[in-house]
């Protein structure tokens, strides 16, 4: 793959309600602020994508509130309705094929709608949606079948709970962070069993926005590029009942490809660390067997071990995670931030100490029934 | 490495208003396997999908997600891109550049809408601001009639002028059997005796909503001259979505995001004279006046004079620049595929599949899209490797 | 099984609404706050183009700068373009038929540059040309609620 690198980002504070700011106001906030970051122009764009998805918006062609905001007035754009790392995916595929840098934004407000409603239309009209299936639910099967193939305890998973949430006091952005111990994840309120409340990730406003360039804009920057080795995704089947909940076949198919472009040969090594989608604690180490960090069932003991810890030999989600700021589409472009920031050495309390090549991660559609996998390297 | 694409086969349904015999899935999967069959692969050779259709018309979220088993996205990479009415080509344009990034070398770009399954002005009311329009929007329909309105009023064009538009449509679309309007002509006066619907528009001056859905193949130059004898190589693709909000657009001056676009897609293609030297266009219109008041902004003519264009037949068959060969927006308006179909047609006029609707020795061809804030796409087709 | 002919299926949803509430922000809610104080409309002046807009917002798009010299305008203007609807359509806001006809309009207020949207109280089109002049007519002050509908439409000044 041709050098394309990340050269500017930038997010909002994560928080249950941003009541003052329209989509438009959040926009153009992450767009001058990533464009001070990497201190480029706006000449200096070539294209923008934008990210935002139509019901959790009320409004269909959700991308009209925000295009202008977004410096697009003379520009070619597009919309990706989905993750935000699949939008910025679009962005990087746009400068691979010509364009001098693309700008990504994506937005999400959970307080305006009604997320239940909203997630629940993910689910197919005729055949779920009357029983009510909504995210939560929908994670809870998911839950369910992982603990049981593998003989997962509640205990074990809240303990993920406890490192993010942990790690999110150090994430001046983060919109929870707390110190918790594991029997507060145990006596949290039950939401949709195995989940409780503090199992499940916040639902936030927030706004992010990323600069991918080719080389001689990435020249042109001020902050050290941060190049994109890799980047790849995979969805599997639609109903749940079609797929096997505790494999995440979609995630191996592109982690795999996605080491083999990176020239990854033992991941487990080369990689420093992990910005992953922990929408609930068990994605943690589903998603880390998916990767291939460990082998089927033993995700949860990187944790009890303290591998993926802070300090740990390969620290996930130091950022904090979605588990503590979930601004649904903007949650994947946010994990490439924050890799981006730990590459950069600019993660501040959270800073993981000689990183080098870090792993974003990204999922769209019901219980990760999409991954988008992204491999970034430092100079 | 970047690389140049080419169209090498397309796929669409019979378009009608109510497909009750399928439900989406298995209406995509349709236009999907003939686009397969046209191309002469099966969906393994699939690198990557592309696919786009407008939310709340079926109210479906993640509709890449929910179409998988129609689209042939299980096990493979599958996004979803929408951007309203310009939603076919800006899929189209998705598709073009996940080839040209050098990462894919097949990708299948479907859109499709099955329109009948809500009430559309109520959907498509949502896509204006909630907080200032959506009082007093009433969807596509009397937004366009708008521009029609100040249009009369600035050059004096009549309500015949457009219907001649409309009858062009419909006359094109009895060569095109997968449109909604095949078997159905009309005459001049059947769109002048129509219903108003919201003045000046009649509703045989609008587009009919449909059902159905198109898939189109793309594929790099590594790969495109061994599958298909003529592919139809990507010349240029424009976009300009330049306004957020309706108020900023003058109804009075011409359509800006179709001139910024089309000029730029020109400047890249090498196109001097759109009349000249294009062959074929098929041109996104979802009413009879934008048949004269954007072919302006395309410079087929100076503002004002796409009445007399339209009169002259230069855009019927066998004129100078026919337009809308198959039938076009009014002829068939499955709305996420819409803007694809003029993309799919565009190729298939430049591959020389178009049976009775073929233009005779297409060299390069015009595609648009229109939709969401008065935004365009053009695309520029030909069968020259850029 | 045979394949004899089948009664074709629809599922119809509840009736029921997805509820929403979206932020107005600090330029728009200046607007409303201004009607509902003075019954004037505010718009907002770019320092580089020098367009005004109405109602007022954070950037100008064109010029992508930040914008913050609020402008008083007149509540009336002129018809740019119009269309009276007919057909009868679901509006998403209420869950009910909306009222046909009624008048859809474009008014370029005095002073301002961009085009307003709001109902037009006229609904026979032959009664309507581009380039009348309207005025808006408010709500009383006591029931207005903050929102479009505080204006309840405009009238052709005769």
């Known amino acids: 793959m041709e050098d394309i690198a990340i050269v500017g980002v930038a997010q909002t504070k994560y928080e249950a309600r941003k009541y003052k700011e329209t989509y438009y106001d959040m926009i153009y906030e992450v767009t001058k602020a990533a464009l001070k970051d990497s201190g480029l122009s706006l000449e200096d764009i070539d294209n923008v994508i934008t990210v935002s998805n139509d019901f959790f918006d009320g409004r269909t062609i959700s991308s009209m509130a ?34 001098r840098s693309t700008l990504v934004v994506a937005h999400g407000k959970g307080s305006e709608g009604d997320p239940r409603f909203i997630t629940n239309a993910m689910f197919d009209p005729v055949y779920q949606r009357p029983l009510g299936i909504e995210a939560i639910s929908a994670a809870a099967l998911q839950a369910n079948t992982y603990m049981t193939r593998y003989g997962i305890s509640e205990r074990q998973l809240a303990q993920i709970s406890v490192k993010n949430l942990g790690n999110a006091k150090y994430n001046p952005n983060a919109h929870l962070a707390m110190d918790i111990t594991v029997e507060d994840v145990i006596n949290s309120p039950k939401v949709a069993t195995p989940l409780k409340e503090l199992d499940c990730s916040p639902v936030s406003d927030g706004a992010a926005a990323i600069i991918i360039a080719n080389a001689e804009i990435a020249q042109k920057a001020k902050q050290p590029p941060i190049w994109i080795k890799a980047i790849t995704h995979c969805s599997e089947a639609y109903f749940l009942g079609d797929r096997d909940l505790a494999v995440p076949k979609a995630l191996q198919d592109a982690a795999q490809r996605a080491y083999k472009m990176a020239g990854i040969q033992d991941p487990r090594q080369e990689i420093d660390l992990v910005e992953l989608y922990d929408a609930f604690s068990y994605m943690e180490p589903l998603w880390l067997e998916g990767m291939g960090f460990c082998a089927p069932g033993e995700g949860v003991k990187l944790t009890e071990q303290g591998v993926t810890a802070l300090g740990g030999e390969l620290p996930v989600n130091p950022s904090g995670g979605v588990l503590s700021s979930h601004a649904i589409l903007v949650a994947g472009l946010a994990r ?44 | 490495m970047a690389k140049r694409v080419a169209i090498i086969g397309t796929g669409q349904t019979h378009h009608r208003s109510h497909r009750l015999d399928v439900n989406g899935r298995e209406m995509i999967y349709e236009a999907v396997n003939r686009a397969l069959d046209d191309s002469g692969l099966t969906i393994a050779d699939i690198d990557a999908i592309v696919i786009g259709n407008m939310d709340h018309f079926e109210s479906i979220n993640y509709v890449d997600a929910w179409s998988v088993e129609g689209s042939g996205g299980v096990m493979k990479p599958i996004m979803k891109v929408t951007t309203g009415g310009t939603t076919g080509t800006s899929v189209a344009i998705a598709a073009y550049y996940h080839v040209a990034s050098g990462m894919f070398d097949k990708v299948l770009a479907i859109g499709w809408e099955k329109n009948s399954e809500s009430d559309t002005t109520g959907a498509i009311v949502t896509c204006s601001d909630p907080v200032w329009d959506r009082y007093s929007y009433s969807g596509a329909i009397p937004s366009l009639a708008t521009e029609a309105s100040a249009y009369m009023e600035k050059y004096g064009a009549t309500p015949e002028d457009a219907a001649y538009v409309a009858l062009r449509e419909r006359t094109h679309a009895q060569n095109n059997p997968y449109a909604h309007m095949y078997g159905r002509p009309i005459t001049l006066q059947d769109v002048m005796d129509s219903p108003m619907l919201a003045y000046p528009i009649r509703l045989l001056d609008i587009c009919p909503r449909t059902d159905g859905a198109a898939a189109v193949i793309f594929a790099s130059e590594d790969v495109a ?55 074929v266009a098929e041109l996104y219109l979802p009413y009879s006046y934008a048949g004269l008041k954007w072919i302006e902004a395309l410079g087929f003519c100076e503002p004002g004079e796409g009445p007399q264009f339209i009169r002259d037949g230069h855009t019927n068959m066998g004129g100078k620049i026919p337009v809308n060969p198959s039938g076009g927006v009014m002829s068939t308006n499955c709305i996420g595929a819409t803007a694809l179909l003029r993309v799919a047609e565009a190729a298939i006029q430049v591959m020389g599949k ?32 850029p | ?66 914008m913050d010299e609020l402008v008083y305008l007149p509540s009336a203007g002129t018809i740019v373009a119009f269309s009276v609807v007919n057909y009868p359509f679901l509006d998403p806001s209420t869950g009910k038929k909306r009222p046909i006809p009624y008048t859809y309009g474009y008014i370029q207020i005095d002073g301002a540059d961009n085009i307003f949207s709001h109902i037009i109280n006229e609904t026979d089109a032959d009664k309507i040309r581009v380039g009348m002049r309207v005025q808006a007519v408010f709500k009383k002050p006591e029931e207005m609620q903050g929102n479009i509908e505080d204006i309840r439409y405009f009238d052709i000044i005769k």
């Open chain 2, 225 to 279: 001259e061994k599958l298909t004898p003529q592919p139809a190589w990507i010349q240029a693709a424009s976009v300009r979505h330049t306004f957020t909000w309706f108020g900023d657009v003058d109804q009075r001056s011409g359509l800006q995001s179709l001139q910024r676009a089309s000029q730029e897609a020109y400047r890249i293609a090498g196109i001097k004279n759109p009349v000249d030297d294009f062959d």
């Open chain 1, 336 to 379: 490439i931030i924050e890799a981006t920031l730990q590459l950069r050495g600019q993660a501040g309390k959270r800073q993981v100490k000689s990183a080098r090549t870090a792993l974003a991660h990204g999922i769209n559609g019901a219980c990760g029934q999409s991954h988008c996998v992204w491999i970034l390297g430092g100079a």
């Open chain 2, 354 to 385: 178009g049976e009775a609707r073929q233009v005779p020795d297409v060299n390069r061809a015009l595609a648009t899209g229109f939709g969401g804030c008065w935004w365009s796409d053009v695309m520029i087709l030909g069968k020259e490797k």
């Open chain 1, 66 to 99: 925000i295009g202008e905001a977004a410096g697009a007035h003379d520009k070619n754009i597009s919309t990706v309705e989905g993750d935000g790392s699949f939008g910025a995916f679009y962005g990087a595929m746009r400068v691979l094929a010509g364009y």
């Open chain 3, 1 to 66: 099984m045979s394949q004899k002919s089948v009664e074709l299926l629809t599922i119809t949803s509840a009736p029921i609404g997805m509820p929403y509430q979206w932020s107005v922000g600090i330029y728009g809610s200046r607007f409303f706050e201004e009607i509902r104080k003075t019954q004037r409309f505010v718009g907002i002046r770019c320092p580089q183009c020098g367009k005004v807009r109405v109602p007022p917002r954070r950037i100008c798009g064109e010029c992508f700068c930040e």
